[in-house]
C-alpha cells in the first residue's frame, strides 16, 4: 500500500489531540497557496517565499477550530531533483515563516507525496490518499488508502472540512475525498480567499476532474 511521507516523522508517528475538537480539517496545498510557487519547482530554502498574510488566515483557521494539513505533490524526491532531506528543511522554512507572521499559525500535519505522476499513485493529488491519512492520523485510527468509491458513503470526512489548492489536482483530491475545494490564486495565496473559507455556508468551487 502506498503511504504519504510525513515531515519530521513516521507516517504512524502519534499525533497530539485537541480536546473539543469538531473533526474539521484545513487540507492546505504549499506552493501557491503557503509560499510562492515556481514553474521549476522550489528546489531549496532560498527559494521559499511565503505568500503576505499566509500566517495570518492559517492562524484564523486554527482560531475557527480548523486543524490544519499541508497535503503537497513532491515529484521532484523521486526524480531525484532533490532529497528527502533537502525537502525537510524547505517544509520548515514554510512553517517557521507562517510562525513568524503570527504566532498561532501552528501546522498540524505536512505530508507529501514523492511519486511521479506515471506512478498512479493514489497518495498523489489528484487521489485522495493524502487527505485520507491525514483524518486518519488526526483521528488515530489505523491507515488505509482506498479509491474505492464506497469510501465517500462510509469514511467521509467529518466536520466543516475543505480543501484549498491553485490547481486542477487539488480540486481533485477535494472531490475523491469528499470535501469543499476552494481554487486559490496562486499570485495570492490563501489569504485571498479566507473570508470564504471561514464562510461555514459557503460550499467551494466546482469539483471537476
Given at each position: 500500500?502506498?503511504?504519504?511521507?510525513?515531515?519530521?516523522?513516521?507516517?504512524?508517528?502519534?499525533?497530539?489531540?485537541?480536546?473539543?475538537?469538531?473533526?474539521?480539517?484545513?487540507?492546505?496545498?504549499?506552493?501557491?497557496?503557503?509560499?510562492?510557487?515556481?514553474?521549476?519547482?522550489?528546489?531549496?530554502?532560498?527559494?521559499?517565499?511565503?505568500?503576505?498574510?499566509?500566517?495570518?488566515?492559517?492562524?484564523?483557521?486554527?482560531?475557527?477550530?480548523?486543524?490544519?494539513?499541508?497535503?503537497?505533490?513532491?515529484?521532484?524526491?523521486?526524480?531525484?531533483?532533490?532529497?528527502?532531506?533537502?525537502?525537510?528543511?524547505?517544509?520548515?522554512?514554510?512553517?517557521?515563516?507562517?510562525?513568524?507572521?503570527?504566532?498561532?499559525?501552528?501546522?498540524?500535519?505536512?505530508?507529501?507525496?514523492?511519486?511521479?505522476?506515471?506512478?498512479?499513485?493514489?497518495?498523489?493529488?489528484?487521489?485522495?490518499?493524502?487527505?485520507?491519512?491525514?483524518?486518519?492520523?488526526?483521528?488515530?485510527?489505523?491507515?488505509?488508502?482506498?479509491?474505492?468509491?464506497?469510501?465517500?458513503?462510509?469514511?467521509?470526512?467529518?466536520?466543516?472540512?475543505?480543501?484549498?489548492?491553485?490547481?486542477?489536482?487539488?480540486?481533485?483530491?477535494?472531490?475523491?475525498?469528499?470535501?469543499r475545494g476552494f481554487r486559490v490564486d496562486a499570485r495570492v495565496g490563501i489569504?485571498?480567499?479566507?473570508?470564504?473559507?471561514?464562510?461555514?455556508?459557503?460550499?467551494?468551487?466546482?469539483?471537476?476532474?
Open positions: 500500500m502506498d503511504l504519504p511521507r510525513r515531515h519530521l516523522a513516521d507516517i504512524d508517528a502519534p499525533v497530539d489531540s485537541l480536546e473539543g475538537w469538531d473533526g474539521s480539517i484545513a487540507y492546505l496545498d504549499r506552493d501557491g497557496v503557503l509560499n510562492v510557487g515556481r514553474e521549476d519547482y522550489v528546489k531549496n530554502v532560498d527559494e521559499v517565499v511565503l505568500l503576505d498574510g499566509a500566517g495570518h488566515a492559517v492562524a484564523a483557521l486554527r482560531e475557527a477550530g480548523y486543524r490544519i494539513v499541508v497535503v503537497t505533490n513532491q515529484s521532484p524526491v523521486n526524480r531525484g531533483m532533490f532529497s528527502h532531506e533537502e525537502l525537510a528543511e524547505m517544509n520548515q522554512e514554510v512553517l517557521d515563516g507562517l510562525l513568524r507572521e503570527n504566532s498561532n499559525a501552528h501546522v498540524d500535519l505536512v505530508l507529501y507525496s514523492p511519486y511521479a505522476p506515471w506512478d498512479h499513485s493514489p497518495v498523489r493529488k489528484p487521489g485522495p490518499g493524502m487527505l485520507q491519512v491525514g483524518r486518519q492520523l488526526l483521528s488515530s485510527i489505523p491507515l488505509e488508502v482506498t479509491t474505492d468509491s464506497s469510501y465517500l458513503s462510509t469514511k467521509i470526512d467529518e466536520g466543516r472540512s475543505f480543501m484549498a489548492g491553485d490547481r486542477d489536482a487539488d480540486m481533485g483530491a477535494a472531490l475523491q475525498h469528499g470535501v489569504a485571498g480567499i479566507i473570508e470564504r473559507l471561514l464562510d461555514d455556508n459557503d460550499e467551494g468551487d466546482a469539483l471537476e476532474i
